[in-house]
């Protein structure tokens, strides 16, 4: 027994040798190259290689006849280092870098006092960046290893810095571990990174780290290109994008931690609308109320599981909001009050003949709405007779509005992306700049605001919901299976659910094989409460 398990220890330490042979040639060895450098008889080696081929841990190219690293391999390494919720994470951001840049966008993760490279999407030129999978890099000479560095807490930064190897790859790679120091200062403060050709002559990267939720470093992710294309103007630009993506990257890490299903959504029983949209959850009533803006008709969800059509009316719905006798519909030919179940809308007189982009209620019942006013547009307080009273006025149109906790009033603009708080009587008009969604991302559409202080958007075109911090930053991107989700609102006990409309108009028809649940509504569970919708205070007939 003890001289077959030697001779099984001796079987694998010549194959592990054969694996580490193998690694350290990018360039493949032939067999010949193997038996010279392990000093193996070729018979043996032939056994172990065709062992380790069939396994997939080590691949042959039939018309250089040598021996490379297997793709099992590199599945070992992903496994091992970025969990697949990290991959799976960065993939849609990786790609939305991309579009963004036209460039390579990389993801790594931090392997003692190198970089290991996880996924890359490659950039739409010719002429790019073009790291291999499964390739190591030194840290010091790396967006990606500056951005994890400045991400570290002191004391381990430091020791990582103290130890690392600091060889020149370029004329440009900083030796000096003093300035290494001070780089990495100055990523750990902006957030983000930058490889000035300090690996590769005429290459240029940045990089930001991505955090989890308890703070641990994670990886990085980046985009590489050609310095001509990578001028460090547009590095600069760069940079903070590539962090708020990280950050994206980040908080579903988080939230794959904090919910059992993380991201899933669930549809919810009832029809298809053409377009879904204005959700308000009734407290009164307990139910949702959500309509179908297109094919126009007033859907109520009860906490039963039940979805039924209320009531259908003539002409496109622009809003709907909550009343204390059913719901109040905003129409281009009038409003109308949906009262009862199974009862026809009906119309009403004195109320707004002015076309409402966006409305909300505030708690003491007063409807706050979004108009045009000549040029630009107007966000005030609207009055039952049409006349709008104080407010902000934007240069651009706002889709949604929303009001917090502190009594600022949230507004969401598509065309830009931005989010916008309206401060009332602030300097400059008290409208302030929350956050803005690049393009690529998705557009803004649709608001619910937490009791934390949180600010969720639906991102059509995007697959997704996002929330914002009160700082403004992404803390929390969580998935739905259709590309455009179009609104969304709290409710159900305690106000702990959240629910997502979504639409199928204008959806190509190939998109919508791939996500046949278009148009139906969904429930998700974010893991905070949200603040109630009120009901507007005004008479009707």
Known sequence: MGSSSHEGTAALDKALDVLDAIGQAPQGL???????????????????????????????????????????????????????????????????LRDLTGETAYLCVLDGLESLLLERCDGAHSQRSASALGQRKPLHCTSQGKAMLGALPGPMRDALIKELPLTAQTPRTITDRRRLQAEVRLAASRGWAIDDEEIVPGVRCVGAPVVDGEGKVRGAISVAGPAFRLTHERLELLGPELVQAARRVGAQLQAARAEPAPGEAEVLEGERAFHGAYPRWSARRQRLLWADALAPAVHAWTAEGHDRVLGDTDGPIESLLLHARGALLVQAEGWRLLGGADAAPLPLSGTPRRRLLAACVREDGSLWACAAEGERWRVARLKPSGEFSGGWLLGEPV?????????????????????????????????????????????????????????????????????????????????????????????????????????????????????PLSGRLFQLQPGVAGLPQHEVDWPVD
């Open 30 to 96: 032939s067999q010949a190259e193997l038996s010279a450098r392990l000093q193996l008889p070729r018979t043996t080696l032939y056994r172990l290689l065709a062992a380790l081929v069939a396994r997939g841990l080590v691949r042959r190219d039939p018309l250089r006849r040598v021996y490379g690293l297997g793709l099992r391999c590199f599945e070992y390494a992903r496994a091992a280092f970025a969990m697949p919720d990290l991959v799976a994470a960065a993939q849609l951001e990786l790609r939305s």
């Open 399 to 515: 889709a949604a509005l929303a009001w917090n906790a502190q009594g600022e009033l949230v507004a969401a603009a598509p065309a830009s992306g931005t989010l916008y708080r309206l401060e009332a009587g602030g300097p400059g008009g008290g409208v302030r700049r929350l956050a803005t969604v690049p393009r690529a991302s998705g557009k803004l559409s649709g608001l619910a605001v937490d009791a934390e202080g949180g600010v969720w958007s639906a991102l059509r075109e995007g697959w997704s919901v996002v929330r914002f911090g009160s700082d403004g930053g992404v803390d929390r991107v969580l998935g739905v299976p259709v590309p455009n989700p179009t609104d969304l609102a709290f409710g159900g006990p305690g106000l702990r659910q959240l629910f997502v409309t979504s639409a199928r108009d204008g959806v190509p028809l190939e998109t919508l094989a791939n996500a």
